[in-house]
């Protein structure tokens, strides 16, 4: 049972365009959500996140919203350029055990911005 | 700042073989590590977490196992490879619910 889902495996924008990348999810005790962006054969990078007493993040280029009822995030990212082409997953935490925050991925979406 | 490191990079194992992965990280104290696996063409699926020396959990029944020796240095071994070992294979430290991941490893068994 997949509890976060990204429906796009690939996404194309043209350079300056908006990409939104989008997520949803099952699961109502995942508290905190996060985006991650990954190149080939390379970790994943942490690009911005939000808590679900929130609506909307915003950090430069890149902006996530929340809708809850709609158990539903997207990334916005504002002007896309050639560089950001990768993988962005998604991700949402629920604490387990006490102390432990145990985040459970999407398979990914592929963000292709041609110049 | 916080730096996270995995050695190695790439590793071709046969099948049978054992298989230690080293995870170290720099810059923080007590952090909650984690061991992750990307199979080809799939998502990062979660195998182990542990929240502070020899305390391990892990995720999914398998071939593999972890160890946490030091407070920054988290370990994932195996007696024998199989097949389906393969895949690339990311550590990650994390404080509260964001997690942090190092450059990852490679491993092809054959």
């Known amino acids: 049972d997949q509890q976060v889902k990204q429906n796009s495996p690939s996404l194309s924008v043209q350079e300056g365009r908006i990409s939104i990348l989008n997520c949803d999810y099952t699961?109502?005790?995942?508290?905190?959500f996060l985006w991650y962006k990954k190149y080939p054969a390379e970790g994943p990078t942490f690009l911005i996140s939000i808590s679900s007493i929130k609506d909307k993040n915003e950090d430069g280029r890149f902006t996530v919203f929340l809708n809850k009822s709609a158990k539903h995030l997207s990334l916005h990212i504002v002007p896309s350029q050639p560089g950001d082409s990768a993988v962005y997953f998604c991700a949402a935490s629920e604490i387990s055990g006490g102390s432990n925050y145990k985040l459970t991925f999407g398979k990914g979406t592929l963000l292709t911005v041609n110049p | 700042s916080q730096t996270i490191h995995q050695w190695p990079a790439t590793l071709v194992q046969p099948v049978g073989s054992p298989l230690s992965l080293e995870c170290t990280v720099e810059?923080?104290?007590?952090?909650?590590l984690y061991w992750y696996r990307q199979a080809a063409g799939r998502g990062l699926q979660l195998l182990f977490y542990s929240v502070g020396i020899g305390q391990i959990s892990s995720e999914v029944p398998q071939n593999l196992s972890a160890s946490r020796p030091q407070d920054r240095q988290f370990i994932l071994s195996s007696k024998k490879l199989l097949l389906s070992d393969s895949g690339f294979y990311l550590c990650?430290?994390?404080?509260?619910?964001?997690?942090?991941f190092g450059p990852g490893t490679r491993l092809t068994v054959t």
């Open positions: 699961n109502s005790m995942f508290d905190y």
């Open positions: 810059g923080t104290s007590n952090p909650n």
């Open positions: 990650a430290w994390g404080v509260a619910a964001e997690q942090y």
